[in-house]
């Protein structure tokens, strides 16, 4: 039923743009394929304005000391650094963000049962935003906020303007329920993601530099376990070359297209 994975390397590196016939041989797997996985990172919200991180004008990208601070540590030992984490977070494009023709393909190929889990990379929201359901959030979420101590959801807070909200509770700052680095990932979003992707026959890789670990051994994952892997990105990455197939192009242009072509 279905083809095997190309024999060399260098046929598994083959890249194919949107208008390549060999998109059709993609579009045929998706049509074939009984359980579809889809990995995404920044890159597919990018065409909703919010930026990605590595890409040309991605957050790292223009500003490296925020990589840096993107962890507890520098969150709990430099108010500035609290108070820089709360301010993007209020006024980040996440808020305002809606969904793009990307994620609205993914809920078509959901609604079709198509889609068995899609996992995601970001935190922004926009996937459940669009309707998908079957999602694992790696990296938790920017819209949920914590008690920085006692790892307890908050739905509601009060803090002056500019100043961090402390934890009722505990009085520790509160902090967006998001995975920094040298932090762990949920264990069950980890299990979660690594089932699905040992199970199917597809794994879609979409906007993604494929750098962050675990996520980037997902595609290894699920080669291992004989699904084809094909990677969807305007530019090379860490995945190209391991590829079974890449479709060079945005996300919001390639994945409408294949859903589109589908029986
Ligand atoms: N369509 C498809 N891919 C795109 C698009 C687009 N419209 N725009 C950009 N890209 C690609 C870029 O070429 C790049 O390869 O998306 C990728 C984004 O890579 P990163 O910025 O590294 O984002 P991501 O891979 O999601 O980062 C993983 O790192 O910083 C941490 O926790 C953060 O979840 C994030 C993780």
Not at 36 to 53: E, N, R, Y
Not at 99 to 119: E, S, Y
Not at 124 to 132: F, I, P, V
């Amino acid at each position: 039923m279905f083809r095997t994975r190309p024999t060399t390397r260098r046929e598994a590196g083959r890249v194919a743009t949107v208008a390549d016939p060999q998109r059709e041989e993609v579009r045929r797997w998706i049509d074939e394929a009984r359980r579809i996985v889809v990995l995404t990172g920044a890159g597919i919200s990018t065409d909703s304005g919010i930026p990605d991180f590595r890409g040309p004008q991605g957050v790292w990208t223009r500003n490296p000391a925020a990589e840096k601070a993107a962890n507890l540590q520098t969150f709990l030992s430099d108010p500035e650094a609290r108070r820089a984490s709360w301010r993007y977070r209020l006024e980040a494009p996440t808020r305002s963000a809606k969904p793009n023709a990307g994620h609205r393909a993914l809920v078509v190929l959901q609604r079709r049962g198509k889609l068995d889990t899609l996992i995601t990379q970001n935190v922004d929201g926009l996937h459940q935003r669009a309707g998908s359901r079957k999602l694992v959030e790696l990296h938790g979420n920017i819209g949920r906020v914590k008690c920085s101590r006692e790892d307890t959801l908050v739905e509601r807070w009060e803090a002056p303007a500019g100043e961090v909200p402390r934890c009722a509770h505990c009085g520790a700052p509160l902090r967006p329920d998001v995975v920094w680095f040298e932090e762990m990932l949920p264990e069950h979003a980890v299990a979660a993601a690594e089932d699905a992707v040992r199970r199917c026959d597809v794994l879609l890789v979409v906007g993604t530099s494929a750098e962050v670990y675990p996520a980037a051994a997902l595609p290894v994952h699920a080669q291992r376990s004989g699904a084809i892997v094909v990677e969807i990105n305007p530019n090379t990455t860490a995945l190209s070359a391991a590829a079974d197939h890449v479709l060079r192009g945005a996300a919001g242009v390639v994945l409408p297209a294949l859903v589109a072509a589908l029986d």
